[in-house]
């Protein structure tokens, strides 16, 4: 079992930055592929980054891709996601997830443990 507790969100205005961070429990971290997703009100939730279990792959969401980093340090047990150039459509609970496998994927189907989520908030 693995546990992800999710910190760093908050109120920023656009254009600003805010790194998220997910802290997981376990001795397995370093084999898990991780990603980021998040969910607005009212909509679906939708991915966002991925990461392979070396962080030596990485996948990005068009709407974030050149804004956004997702990084991972295996002797910390944690992965980032650097959000920089906010938009207020970034606005959304933003939710880290481990997946039991080296590949990353970008579907939440594919994602075995979840945090419970922080929210980001984008003002315009």
Do not use: H
Request: hydrophobic share 30%; aromatic share 12%; charged share 20%.
């Amino acid at each position: 079992q693995v546990q992800l507790v999710e910190s760093g969100g908050g109120l920023v205005q656009a254009g600003g930055s805010l790194r998220l961070s997910c802290a997981a429990s376990g001795r397995t971290f370093s084999t898990y592929a991780m990603g980021w997703f998040r969910q607005a009100p009212g909509k679906d939730r939708e991915f966002v980054a991925a990461i392979n279990y070396s962080g030596g792959s990485t996948s990005y969401a068009d709407s974030v891709k050149g804004r956004f980093t997702i990084s991972r340090d295996n002797a910390k047990n944690t992965v980032y996601l650097q959000m920089n150039s906010l938009k207020p459509e970034d606005t959304a609970v933003y939710y880290c997830a481990a997946r039991r496998y080296r590949t990353l994927a970008e579907t939440t189907s594919l994602y075995d443990y979840w945090g419970q989520g922080t929210q980001v908030t984008v003002s315009s």
